[in-house]
């Protein structure tokens, strides 16, 4: 693998870290806390922006390399990242609406890479 190729591997698991964050701050916005400082100070809130963190230093290590014109489509992928997930662990249900969104995501990165 050349160096681009890796560079799109590593913004592809940064979206990835950041789409599983996301995830994880929806579940610990979904539970009850005694208090204001609980609420914000938990593990999963913590690891969630840890994990944000993370996603962020891996984006900039990609961007090295990874063309501008080219950032933007592969974060598009979050999008669908963050709805299969929200499917399978917090029981979400794809509509017609977003399954055309897919189709329209997966269509543009399809497009933009021809």
Request: proline share 3%; net charge positive.
């Amino acid at each position: 693998m050349n160096r681009l190729e890796i560079s799109v591997c590593i913004l592809l698991l940064s979206v990835f870290i950041s789409s599983v964050s996301q995830i994880i701050l929806k579940k610990a916005a979904g539970k009850v806390y005694d208090s204001t400082l609980k609420e914000y100070l938990n593990p999963m809130v913590i690891g969630a922006y840890a994990m944000f963190f993370c996603s962020v230093i891996l984006t900039m290590i990609a961007l090295k390399y990874v063309p501008l014109s080219m950032s933007p489509i592969l974060e598009s992928t979050g999008y669908i990242f963050v709805s299969v997930m929200g499917y399978f662990f917090l029981k979400e249900r794809f509509s017609k609406r977003k399954l055309a969104g897919f189709a329209l995501i997966l269509a543009g990165i399809v497009i933009f890479n021809l």
